[in-house]
C-alpha cells in the first residue's frame, strides 16, 4: 500500500480550520491524512467576523448547510459595507455586493450617473445599487436569479469567528482530521531545507510532507524557520493596531458592516444574532492604546470593557507564500487590514489554490512559482483598492493628511488617473474588485473624473435623469418589498428553508 | 459628442474592418469616420478569423449567411496541428458539453494516463466534428452547447475587403486617398483622434488557387499546421482558395515557391496624444489577428474618453495590449517548443496559470500541452476521491453524448451551402437604428 501523503496544519484559527475543514472534505481520505496542531495556550486572533459573499461558495463546496450554519454561528446576513466620513466629514455610502445600475450600450452606468447629476449630486451613485439600499434599510431576501433588477447581487455574512472555528473544527474532526494540542518548540529541517518535522512542548514530534502555517501573524513556519521574508505596506496603510470589543445585540441588525473613520483611523461595528462585534484601528504614532479604547467607549453604548482585546498588525505580505514544502495560508501570509472584509477571502483563495496546484512530490519549483504569483496579485490589487480609501480624502488631521499626500504605488497611481482623465476604471480578469467598486469608493469619497466617457454627449442631461430617477424609485420599491433582515434571520431557523446558490463573485453572480 | 471625427489611417482589411466597427459603434453618437485610405497592397488571400466574427457581426449589423456567401467562406472549428502526438485540433470551443464542467479536463488526464491512446478530440464538440467533417452552429436542436461549439471562419479576404469597402461608403465612412500614412496632423485640424492600422503581411503575397473539388475532403471546418521535412506549413482554406504559408521562427526571411516563410512578427499597439499605431501582422500561426483587432477594438471602446491626449490611456492601453501580446506570444512559442511556466506547471499538476486577456482560451491551451504529448504527472486531487470505476462511465457517456450531437450535425459542405443559400441579407440591420436612447 502506499504511504498517505501527511498535510500538517500549524495553527487553530480560522484560516487553520477553514484549511483543516477543506482538505478533509475535499481530499480522498485514503491518500491524504490530515493533521492539525494548535496551542491552546497562544490565543486565535478571533476578530475575522466581517465577510464577503465568497464564504457562500466556500461553504457550498463543503457542502455546509447555509441556515445550519446561521444557527450554529449566530450570523447575520450582509449585504454591503457603509462607509461613514470617509473621503470627507459628512460622506456617508455604501460598498453594495451587487451592480450599480446596469452597462447601457455598452457604456458602465456611472457615466450616465455623472452626466445626469454631474458634481454637484444631489443623488447618491450607491443609491442605484439594490444591495446597498435593502442595507440601509436594514432588509434582507434572496437574490431572485435570473431578474435584471432583483437578482444582481450577492450576500455574505457576520458571524462570530471563535463559533466558526469551533463549527470548522466539529466539521473537520467528524470527516477524520486529526487534532493534537501542543505549542510547537522547534522545527526539524532537512538537509534540503524542507521542514520535515514538528516538535512539540511535550516532546511528540510530527511529521509531515506539507506543512500549512497557519500560525497568525507569528508565522511560525514560513518565517521563523524558513526565512521568506515580509513586504511592508505601512508607508500605504498607516493604521497597525486595533483595541476589539463586544457589545450587547442590536434590536434591528442592519444588513451592512459599518466602518466609520476617526482622527487616526476607522471604527467596525459588526451585528451578530447574540452581540455586536467592534473595533477602532489606528496608528500607533498617532493614537495611543487607551486612548483607543476611550474612543471605543464613547462611540458605542455597553462596551465589555474588561474583555478589550488590543492587536497589533503590520500591514504587508509575505515575500514568498509557498517556500520550499510550506504554504503559509491567513495571518502569516500578510495582512491587509479589514476595511473591505477581505481576510477570510483571502484565506479561501489560498486554500483553493493550494489544493488545486498539490504537488505529486517535492520537486515542485513550477507550483510554487505559480501559486505565488497568484497570492501576490490577489493582495497587490486588494491593497490598492485599500489605500484608495485612505488616499482619497480632505479630512484636517495629521494622519488623514498624511494619507491625502502619500506617494502611491505605481499600480494604483496609473489607474486612478485614468479613472480622473477619462472616468474609467480598467477592469482585470483576477482579482477580487471590479471597475464598479472602484467607482463606488472614488464617487462616495467624493473623487469626482475630469471627463467621462466620449459618447455620454448624445444624451441631454435631463433625459438621463429623468431615466434614472425612475430606475432608482423601481430599486426603492423592491426594497419595500424585501424583509426586515431580523424576520430574515428567523426565516433562516426554519428547516428546509431553500437558499440560492453561490457563485465565487463578488457581485453574486460571475458574468460570460 | 465632443469627437465628432475620427480619421482612420491604412489600407486593406484590417483598415476597413476598423471603419466599420469605429462606424457603427461612434456614429449614433454623433462620430464621423474618415478613411484616409493608403495605396492597397497585397495581403493574404484567406482570412481566417476566430469566433471574433461573431462580435463584428452582431455590432455591424452584417449577416454571417451573408459574409460566408459573398466570400466563399468555409467554417472553421479551429487549427488541426497534424504532428500532435495526442488529438490534432486547436479548438474554439471547451471541452465537454457544458461550459462549466469543474474538472472535466482533469477526468480527461486520468482516461489519458490510464488509455494512452485516447484521443481529447473524442471529448471536445469541435474536435469530434473536424475529425467527421461535421458542422453546425449552435442554433435550433444544438443551441444548448454554445460554449463548446464556439468557431470562426476562413474568407476570401479580397472580397470581404471590398465589401466592407462599399457597406463602410453607405454607412457614411469618407474615403481620402493618401500616398502613405504618414499624414500630418495639421493638415487635418478637424480630426480628433486618429487610428492607424498597419497591418504588415510578413512576406510577398502567395496563393495556390485549389478548384474546390479538388480539396482535400479532410479540409472542411479547420485550418491547419502542417509540419514536413522540418518545416511548418499554415493552411487555410475558403471554399475556392487555399492560403499556405511557412512558419519559422528565425529572423531569416525566405520566399519559398508559392509559399512565403516569416519569422514572427509582433503585434504592436503605441498610442501618442491623440493618435494610436496598431500592427497587426496579417500571417500568425495561431492568433488571429482579426480577432486580435476586435479584441483591441472593444478595450479602445470600453475606454473611449473624452479627451484623447491623455497619458494615463495612452499607458493603460499599452499596458493591456503587450500582456495580450504577451499571452499570445507565451502560446506561440510554446508550440514550437519553448519552456514556458504555463507548461511546466501543466506537466507537474495539469494547471493552467491564470490569464489576463483573452488571447488564448483555456481549451486552446490544454490542446496545445496534450498535443505535444504533456502527460502531467498527476490530474486533480479532488478527483482522487472517485475512483476509476465511478469516473470513467460518467466521461465515457459524455463522449458518448458529443458523438451522438456530432452524428446529428449536417455534413460541413452541406452546412454552408443550406446556410449561405438560405436567403439572409447582407445587411440585417436598417442603417441608423444601431443605438436607441439610454
Ligand atoms: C483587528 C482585526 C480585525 C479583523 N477583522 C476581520 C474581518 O472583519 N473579516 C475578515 O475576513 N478577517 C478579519 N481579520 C482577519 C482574521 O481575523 C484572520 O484572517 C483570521 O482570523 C485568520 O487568522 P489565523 O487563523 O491566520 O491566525 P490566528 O487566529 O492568530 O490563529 C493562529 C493559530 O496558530 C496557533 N499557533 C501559533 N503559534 C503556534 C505554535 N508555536 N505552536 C502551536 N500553535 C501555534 C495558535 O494557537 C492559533 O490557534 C481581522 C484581523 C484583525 C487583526
Keep these: 500500500m502506499v504511504k498517505p501523503v501527511d498535510i500538517v496544519i500549524l495553527g487553530g484559527g480560522t484560516a487553520g480550520w477553514m484549511s483543516a475543514a477543506a482538505l478533509s472534505r475535499l481530499l480522498p481520505a485514503s491518500r491524504y491524512r490530515i493533521t492539525l496542531v494548535s496551542a491552546p495556550e497562544l490565543q486565535t486572533v478571533g476578530v475575522g467576523e466581517a465577510t464577503i459573499p465568497h464564504i457562500r461558495y466556500f461553504n457550498q463546496t463543503l457542502g455546509i448547510d447555509e441556515n445550519e450554519f446561521i444557527r450554529s454561528v449566530g450570523a447575520t446576513y450582509k449585504l454591503a459595507i457603509r462607509f461613514k466620513g470617509w473621503g470627507y466629514e459628512a460622506s456617508d455610502y455604501c460598498h453594495g455586493f451587487g451592480y450599480s445600475g446596469e452597462r447601457i450600450n455598452d457604456i458602465e452606468f456611472h457615466h450616465y450617473f455623472l452626466r445626469a447629476f454631474g458634481r454637484s449630486s444631489e443623488v447618491d451613485y450607491d443609491r442605484f445599487c439594490l444591495a446597498s439600499l435593502a442595507a440601509r434599510a436594514h432588509r434582507f431576501e434572496y437574490p431572485k436569479q435570473g431578474d435584471s433588477m432583483a437578482g444582481r447581487y450577492g450576500y455574505a455574512f457576520h458571524l462570530d469567528a471563535t463559533r466558526y472555528a469551533d463549527y470548522l473544527r466539529e466539521f473537520s474532526l467528524a470527516n477524520g482530521v486529526k487534532h493534537i494540542l501542543g505549542k510547537v518548540e522547534s522545527v526539524q529541517l532537512s538537509l534540503s531545507g524542507d521542514i520535515c518535522s514538528l516538535r512539540l512542548l511535550n516532546g511528540e514530534i510530527i511529521e509531515g510532507d506539507w506543512f500549512l502555517d497557519c500560525s497568525g501573524f507569528s508565522a511560525r513556519l514560513i518565517e521563523q524557520e524558513l526565512n521568506s521574508g515580509y513586504e511592508s505596506w505601512q508607508q500605504w496603510l498607516p493604521c497597525d493596531r486595533a483595541v476589539a470589543g463586544a457589545s450587547g445585540a442590536m434590536d434591528s441588525p442592519p444588513t451592512y458592516t459599518l466602518s466609520q473613520t476617526h482622527c487616526a483611523g476607522w471604527r467596525w461595528q459588526i451585528p451578530l444574532q447574540h452581540r455586536t462585534g467592534n473595533g477602532v484601528v489606528y496608528a500607533s504614532h498617532e493614537m495611543s492604546d487607551d486612548e483607543a479604547a476611550v474612543l471605543l467607549n464613547r462611540s458605542v453604548e455597553g462596551i465589555d470593557e474588561s474583555r478589550l482585546k488590543v492587536l497589533s498588525f503590520l500591514p504587508g505580505k509575505r515575500r514568498k507564500s509557498w517556500q520550499r514544502n510550506c504554504v503559509a495560508i491567513g495571518l502569516s501570509s500578510g495582512f491587509l487590514e479589514p476595511l473591505e472584509s477581505t481576510s477570510l477571502y483571502l484565506v479561501q483563495v489560498a486554500i483553493e489554490k493550494f489544493i488545486e496546484y498539490l504537488p505529486a512530490d517535492r520537486n515542485c519549483h513550477a507550483e510554487r512559482q505559480a501559486f505565488n504569483q497568484f497570492i501576490d496579485i490577489e493582495y497587490e490589487r486588494i491593497r490598492d483598492f485599500l489605500i484608495l480609501h485612505y488616499h482619497q480624502n480632505g479630512l484636517n488631521s495629521s494622519f488623514w493628511r498624511y494619507c491625502a499626500t502619500m506617494a502611491l504605488p505605481d499600480s494604483l497611481n496609473l489607474r486612478l488617473q485614468l479613472y480622473d482623465e477619462t472616468g474609467h476604471f480598467s477592469g482585470y480578469r483576477q482579482g477580487l474588485f471590479m471597475p464598479v467598486s472602484w467607482v463606488t469608493v472614488a464617487l462616495g469619497q467624493g473623487r469626482y473624473p475630469q471627463g467621462i466617457d466620449g459618447r455620454m454627449q448624445k444624451w441631454p442631461k435631463h433625459q438621463i435623469a429623468q431615466e434614472l430617477t425612475s430606475y432608482q424609485a423601481k430599486l426603492v420599491s423592491l426594497v419595500g418589498q424585501m424583509s426586515a433582515h431580523k424576520y430574515a434571520l428567523g426565516r433562516a431557523g426554519e428547516e428546509g428553508l431553500r437558499y440560492p446558490e453561490a457563485s465565487p463573485s463578488l457581485y453574486g453572480f460571475v458574468s460570460g | 459628442m465632443n469627437h465628432r471625427v475620427i480619421g482612420v489611417v491604412g489600407q486593406g482589411l484590417m483598415f476597413q474592418i476598423a471603419s466599420s466597427w469605429l462606424s457603427r459603434t461612434l456614429s449614433p453618437f454623433g462620430a464621423k469616420i474618415i478613411g484616409f485610405e493608403t495605396p492597397v497592397k497585397d495581403g493574404p488571400v484567406v482570412a481566417e478569423w476566430g469566433p471574433g466574427l461573431h462580435d463584428f457581426c452582431a455590432v455591424t449589423g452584417l449577416s454571417l449567411a451573408g459574409l460566408m456567401r459573398e466570400c466563399q467562406g468555409n467554417f472553421c472549428w479551429g487549427l488541426r496541428c497534424n504532428w500532435f502526438k495526442r488529438g490534432a485540433l486547436l479548438p474554439y470551443g471547451s471541452y465537454g458539453l457544458k461550459s462549466r464542467q469543474k474538472e472535466f479536463e482533469h477526468g480527461m488526464l486520468r482516461m489519458f494516463s490510464r488509455f494512452p491512446e485516447r484521443n481529447p478530440d473524442e471529448f471536445s464538440l469541435a474536435g469530434s466534428a473536424a475529425c467527421l467533417g461535421r458542422f453546425a452552429l449552435p442554433m435550433a436542436q444544438w443551441s444548448g452547447w454554445a460554449h463548446a461549439m464556439r468557431s470562426g471562419v476562413t474568407l476570401e479576404a479580397a472580397q470581404l475587403a471590398s465589401l466592407l469597402h462599399t457597406f463602410n461608403q453607405q454607412l457614411g465612412v469618407v474615403y481620402l486617398p493618401v500616398s502613405d500614412d504618414s499624414i500630418p496632423a495639421e493638415a487635418h485640424p478637424q480630426v480628433d483622434f486618429w487610428l492607424h492600422i ?23 471546418g479547420y485550418s491547419e499546421l502542417h509540419s514536413q521535412a522540418g518545416k511548418t506549413l499554415k493552411l487555410a482554406h475558403t471554399r475556392r482558395q487555399t492560403l499556405q504559408y511557412g ?28 493618435q494610436l499605431r496598431l500592427e497587426l501582422p496579417l500571417l500568425t500561426s495561431l492568433t488571429s489577428p482579426f480577432d486580435t483587432l476586435i479584441d483591441w477594438l472593444q478595450k479602445l471602446l470600453e475606454l473611449w474618453p473624452a479627451q484623447f491626449a491623455s497619458h494615463a490611456l495612452a499607458m493603460s492601453y499599452r499596458q493591456y495590449a503587450d500582456t495580450y501580446i504577451a499571452e499570445a506570444e507565451d502560446f506561440e512559442q510554446t508550440l514550437f517548443g519553448k519552456q514556458s511556466l504555463q507548461r511546466q506547471l501543466f506537466l507537474r499538476c495539469g494547471r493552467l496559470l491564470q490569464r489576463e486577456t483573452g488571447a488564448v482560451s483555456d481549451a486552446q491551451w490544454f490542446a496545445l500541452l496534450m498535443g505535444m504529448g504533456d502527460l502531467p504527472q498527476r490530474s486533480s486531487v479532488v478527483l482522487e476521491a472517485t475512483d476509476d470505476e465511478s469516473l470513467f462511465p460518467v466521461m465515457e457517456e459524455i463522449a458518448r453524448r458529443i458523438r451522438c450531437v456530432v452524428s446529428g450535425m449536417p455534413e460541413h459542405r452541406e452546412f454552408v451551402s443550406r446556410f449561405c443559400n438560405a436567403g439572409v441579407p447582407l445587411n440585417i440591420h436598417a442603417l441608423g437604428n444601431a443605438s436607441q436612447g439610454a
Design chain 2, 247 to 274: 512558419l519559422r521562427q528565425g529572423a531569416q526571411h525566405q520566399s519559398g515557391q508559392g509559399r512565403y516563410f516569416r519569422q514572427f512578427k509582433r503585434f504592436s499597439a503605441s498610442w501618442t496624444g491623440n
Design chain 2, 198 to 220: 498597419a497591418s504588415v503581411a510578413g512576406g510577398s503575397k502567395s496563393a495556390e488557387s485549389i478548384e474546390e473539388t479538388l480539396l482535400p475532403e479532410s479540409c472542411c
